[in-house]
């Protein structure tokens, strides 16, 4: 995608191939920062700090992770250091499992002096795969969008709800739930996005508006809690939401807020599409309540940065002292609220039966 016109990933190796560069999401919307990380102890620092965020782009993060651990020091007991370390930055994202099990599967059987190069030759395939997976996803997404347009007598704009952060920065490009809607633009759809804030962190508001405005999508910001509003009148055509983790019958785990708002599409029939890359999948997982929740640092929820008249930032807290905050990062959307599941290869029914259909090597 483009900011301020140029083309962007939202992680590249630098030009000598010694480390990795990445986009300092923390400091979105009001300032574009490129970090670089070195080690792998960076790159799960990153992870866990939400300088990168989003599924697909823990993945990749994580997958270079290892590929600066064996560039420092190629022997098992850095290979294992790597792992361990990456697997504990964010508990509830199966990408990041994904991609470091696929590393290490890869690395552990070579010798020591050909894992360098491996690791970052298999980082930057994860990450080419992840961007062609995302651009799929796009294309099964924009005729649900197109179909919807052709419903109302492509006489209006399609009106779509999302939630969080679910476009190019959750991922290595393009986005998922934001990718339909890329495409649907692109396509002469007329497009309009109700951007959920997203609270604690903001991450509509700071990061899916700041996306849209780039792309020159017409989109909305809304206060969390006016999705059901919104949807009883009539002004919602349809929801589209990522996953962090989605279960092979069909529940979808994502950002804390999602299944409130699929509570309110279900009561007021309207559709709730939830797109994900096949590496969100978590194929040993019967049941989204086993999915394990992240429980974050209260400060997310007691204090707010923002920019004031004169432009400059400030950190406040909104919360009296001596009130303590909760902060699960995550809640679980039952199946039987979910419209469809959007996929690289298709669209299907949230259930174990409509997965299959789209993935069956994964039936054994």
């Given amino acids: 995608m483009k900011v301020f016109g140029k083309p962007m990933r939202t992680i590249w190796p630098t030009a000598d191939g010694e480390a990795v560069e990445i986009i300092d999401q923390t400091k979105l919307p009001f300032d574009l920062e490129i970090v670089c990380l070195e080690t ?3 790159a799960a620092k990153a992870i866990l700090d939400m300088l990168v965020r989003g599924a697909p782009l823990i993945g990749a993060t994580a997958a270079y992770g290892m590929a600066l651990a064996m560039k420092n020091d190629s022997s098992d007991a850095s290979l294992d250091y790597a792992y361990k370390t990456l697997f504990a930055s964010r508990p509830t994202a199966v990408n990041l499992r994904w991609a470091i099990d696929d590393l290490k599967a890869i690395l552990a059987p070579l010798p020591a002096d050909a894992r360098n190069k491996a690791a970052w030759d298999r980082a ?4 080419d795969e992840d961007v062609k997976m995302c651009s799929d996803i796009g294309e099964h997404g924009k005729e649900l969008i197109l179909q919807a347009y052709e419903n109302v007598g492509k006489t209006r704009t399609i009106n779509i709800l999302t939630h969080c952060n679910a476009g190019w920065l959750a991922t290595v490009d393009w986005g998922t739930a934001i990718a339909p809607i890329y495409k649907a633009h692109e396509a002469g759809i007329p497009v309009h996005v109700w951007v959920d804030e997203t609270r604690p962190r903001n991450q509509g508001a700071s990061l899916t508006a700041w996306e849209l405005n780039q792309h020159g999508i017409p989109h909305t910001v809304i206060a969390d809690n006016a ?3 919104l949807m009883q009148h009539g002004q919602v055509d349809m929801c589209i939401v990522g996953t962090d983790r989605t279960t092979w019958t069909g529940d979808v785990c994502n950002k804390i807020g999602t299944y409130l708002k699929a509570l309110a599409a279900f009561d ?13 999948i978590d194929w040993t997982l019967d049941e989204g309540r086993d999915i394990p929740i992240e429980e974050r640092d209260e ?4 204090e707010v940065r923002g920019k004031d008249a004169n432009g400059d930032l400030h950190t406040v807290r909104i919360v009296s002292e001596g009130s303590k905050g909760g902060n699960p990062a995550f809640d679980v959307t039952p ?4 419209s469809k599941l959007i996929t690289e290869r298709g669209v299907c029914e949230a259930s174990k039966d409509g997965l299959l259909a789209l993935f069956p090597e994964q039936a054994q």
């Fill in 40 to 42: 792998v102890d960076e």
């Fill in 124 to 127: 930057a395939k994860i990450c």
């Fill in 227 to 229: 999705g059901g509003h």
């Fill in 268 to 280: 007021n029939d309207v559709p709730f599409y939830v797109a994900l890359p096949s590496p969100t």
């Fill in 299 to 302: 400060i997310e929820l007691t």
């Fill in 335 to 338: 199946r039987h609220l979910i």
